[in-house]
Structure formats: C-alpha cells, structure tokens
C-alpha cells in the first residue's frame, strides 16, 4: 500500500519562504515512485481543496495554479521518493492544509496535510 506523508509546514511571516517535503513509499517493483504523477493541493478553511501544482510521473510536465505561478516550484526527486514544493514570496492568502498526493490512472493515494500559516 502506497503512503504519502507531508512535512515542512509551520508558522511564516508574509514575504517568508517555507519548502514542503511529500515522502512517498509502499511501491511496487513493477509500478515505482517515478511511474506516479505528483501534486500538491491546499485547502484554506471554509473553501474548497484545490490543485496548486503538479509534475508528471518522470517530471516532463509541470503545472501550476495561476494564483502561485513565479512564486512557488515543484520538483521531484525520483531516487528519494519524495516530491517537493518551494514557496517563495509568500502571502497570507497562502494559509491553507497542503496536500500531496500520488496519482497513476485512476488510483489516487492521499496524504494527511502539512499545516501552512502565513501570518505577521
């Protein structure tokens, strides 16, 4: 069973910079970490959980939400596992739960959400 856990969240003053982590594991041989499409999502309290970035399985196709597009980057380090998103420039609007998950075909696995407080 695939397990996706975040981290890398906290407490960040407007302007500030924070770099999440998603370590994912429970792979197959035949279906490894680099044949999953990788995303961060957020959800900010009382709005719907919506998509802020993601890169394809082997990292050929990176898309980002309007509102992060120049401030954050995704990237994947498919040796590690693990999934990264730097946020720059930070703003309180960016205060949310972030999510990864890990997407191949129509199976989808979630993590639990690293807090994101972007606050002065």
């Known amino acids: 069973q695939v397990q996706v856990v975040e981290s890398g969240g906290g407490l960040v003053q407007p302007g500030g910079s924070l770099r999440l982590s998603c370590a994912a594991s429970?792979?197959?041989?035949?279906?490894?970490?680099?044949?999953?499409?990788m995303s961060w999502y957020r959800q900010a309290p009382g709005k719907e959980r919506e998509l802020v970035a993601s890169v394809s399985d082997f990292g050929g196709i990176i898309n980002y939400a309007d509102s992060v597009k120049g401030r954050f980057t995704i990237s994947r380090d498919n040796a590690k596992n693990t999934v990264y998103l730097q946020m720059n420039s930070l703003k309180p609007e960016d205060t949310a739960v972030y999510y990864c998950?890990?997407?191949?075909?129509?199976?989808?696995?979630w993590g639990q959400g690293t807090q994101v407080t972007v606050s002065s």
């Open positions: 429970g792979f197959t041989s035949r279906f490894t970490f680099s044949t999953y499409s």
């Open positions: 998950k890990a997407r191949r075909g129509s199976v989808e696995y």
